[in-house]
């Protein structure tokens, strides 16, 4: 088959990047994660000043997200794709430098802290709360996909054979069997679109002037992330389909739907509120 993705990549990196002891060591996954919040925080912290914001706020801001990223996207993936592992591995559940995130689980932890953010912050408008982590969490997701590749993890489906990457520390848990076939690097794919996302959200932001309607870029961030997820989830691997009303679909694009409709939601609101106003510092 002559086509433009005609190469094979064969991926064998070791997800750790040196050992500490013989069963803990520093990971790729680890360290891209480490600095999706560092640059988050860089994001959110020019984000305030920009807006004449108080820059404790932004802080505290981190925090919340911290947590939230941290337990609701490991809960995610531990409820909504591997509980029958993961009931029978208990301990593995706080184990989160081996990998494992769903970001519709952090997508509703992310939404409770901002609530409690927003109680104690009752300043700020809950839209402008939002739009304010909707650049940082774009460009963080991506990090975190890069992650899963290089811990061979979340792997797309095999392709023809004449394009792919060849996981080759993928094992068959059943079989044993290490993988030899290509499949397609959607760790990659979901990556790069979240940093396309990054890329339209920071365009918009800059060129309003740093005053987006409150609530557009969190509206624009849900629909291109969910929807593009929909997407590639047809490349997606799920051993346990969903099916409801007639008609089969894999569990991340069911729990994909809820999200693009609230950003419609997000994004009525939005079309209600005037443009944002120049602030002066708290």
């Known amino acids: 088959m002559n086509s433009l993705l005609a190469f094979v990549v064969h991926w064998n990196i070791k997800p750790e990047i040196f050992m500490i002891t013989e069963d803990f060591g520093i990971r790729w996954y680890s360290l891209l994660y480490g600095a999706a919040f560092f640059l988050g925080y860089n994001i959110l912290f020019w984000e305030f000043k920009k807006e004449n914001k108080n ?7 981190l925090m919340y997200m911290f947590f939230a990223v941290l337990i609701g996207a490991r809960l995610g993936h531990v409820f909504f794709y591997q509980w029958d592992y993961y009931s029978q591995h208990l301990l593995e559940i706080v184990q989160i430098w081996k990998g494992g995130l769903a970001s519709h689980g952090a997508a ?7 609530i409690l953010y927003k109680r104690n912050h009752p300043e700020y408008s809950f839209l402008w709360i939002i739009d304010r982590v909707a650049i940082p969490t774009a460009i963080g997701g991506s990090f975190i996909r890069f992650g899963n590749f290089f811990n061979s993890e979340i792997v797309g489906d095999y ?9 080759e520390r993928n094992r068959d848990d059943i079989t044993g069997v290490f993988d030899t076939m290509p499949r397609v690097p959607i760790q990659l794919f979901e990556g790069f679109l979240y940093v396309s996302i990054f890329i339209v959200l920071i365009t ?5 002037k740093y005053k987006p309607r409150e609530g557009s870029l969190m509206a624009i961030f849900l629909f291109m992330m969910f929807a593009g997820r929909f997407f590639l989830e047809y490349w997606k691997v799920d051993v346990n389909p969903l099916t409801m009303m007639g008609i089969t ?4 694009q069911w729990l994909s739907f809820p999200f693009i409709a609230i950003a419609f939601f997000i994004y009525w609101l ?5 443009p944002q106003e120049v602030s002066t510092p708290e």
């Open 204 to 208: 918009i932001y800059i060129r309003s």
């Open 159 to 167: 392709t023809d054979g004449s394009w792919g990457v060849v996981f």
């Open 55 to 61: 820059t404790e706020g932004a802080d505290q801001l």
């Open 108 to 114: 509703i932890a992310i939404t409770i802290a901002l």
């Open 249 to 252: 679909l894999t569990h991340g």
């Open 270 to 274: 939005s079309t209600r509120n005037k």
